[in-house]
T-cell receptor, first 112, second 110 residues
């Protein structure tokens, strides 16, 4: 499968715990995006990387959230001290050019 | 930030009929407008897109039309089939990100 992949697909954690998600973009896509999607809503932008540089961050991305793309390939999204409001689907997308973004299957986070 | 709205929120059509979903946006500088299809429990799938220098684009049974002056664009699905049942999201590109609408639930009745 040469599409965007994400791991894990599901994560259940207790409030206050830290979680980390991984995204592997389509090979040679230099742009990588993280979005969050809650039930009945469209994806909401969190952050954007071009190669290893994090160029944009949404106001939604509180200090508890951090994202990295150390070698310009895969990316990780970490949430520290999780809260129930963090429960959502976390989607990763990648693109080769400026516009066409292809999404991964997402990581569904449930905070209990 | 960009304000993207979709109408109607739910659309039911008889199999074989056409479906049209409209999306409005606020930022006149936006220049890329994709549509995504999301089936239950699956990833959003890019189905068609249009850039601001084009008024219409067609791909088999789906088409997108853009009216930049009025700041709206529409998805047209002809000869609908049961597998077209899904949530459809419009999006608008600006400031290195896509801003999405809330989605339209399309139900194709066999």
């Amino acid at each position: 499968d040469t599409g965007v992949s994400q791991d894990p697909r599901h994560k259940i954690t207790k409030r206050g715990q830290n979680v980390t998600f991984r995204c592997d973009p389509i090979s040679e896509h230099n742009r990588l995006y993280w979005y969050r999607q809650t039930l009945g809503q469209g994806p909401e932008f969190l952050t954007y990387f071009q190669n290893e540089a994090q160029l944009e961050k949404s106001r939604l991305l509180s200090d508890r959230f951090s994202a990295e793309r150390p070698k310009g390939s895969f990316s990780t999204l970490e949430i520290q001290r999780t809260e129930q409001g963090d429960s959502a689907m976390y989607l990763c997308a990648s693109s080769a050019e400026l516009y066409e973004q292809y999404f991964g299957p997402g990581t569904r986070l449930t905070v209990t | 930030g960009e304000n993207v709205e979709q109408h109607p929120s739910t659309l039911s059509v008889q199999e074989g009929d056409s479906a049209v979903i409209k999306c409005t946006y606020s930022d006149s500088a936006s220049n890329y407008f994709p549509w995504y299809k999301q089936e239950l429990g699956k990833r959003p799938q890019l189905i068609i897109d249009i850039r601001s220098n084009v008024g219409e684009k067609k791909d088999q049974r789906i088409a997108v039309t853009l009216n930049k002056t009025a700041k709206h664009f529409s998805l047209h699905i002809t000869e609908t089939q049961p597998e077209d049942s899904a949530v459809y999201f419009c999006a608008v590109y600006g400031n290195n990100r896509l801003a999405f609408g809330k989605g339209n639930q399309v139900v194709v009745i066999p």
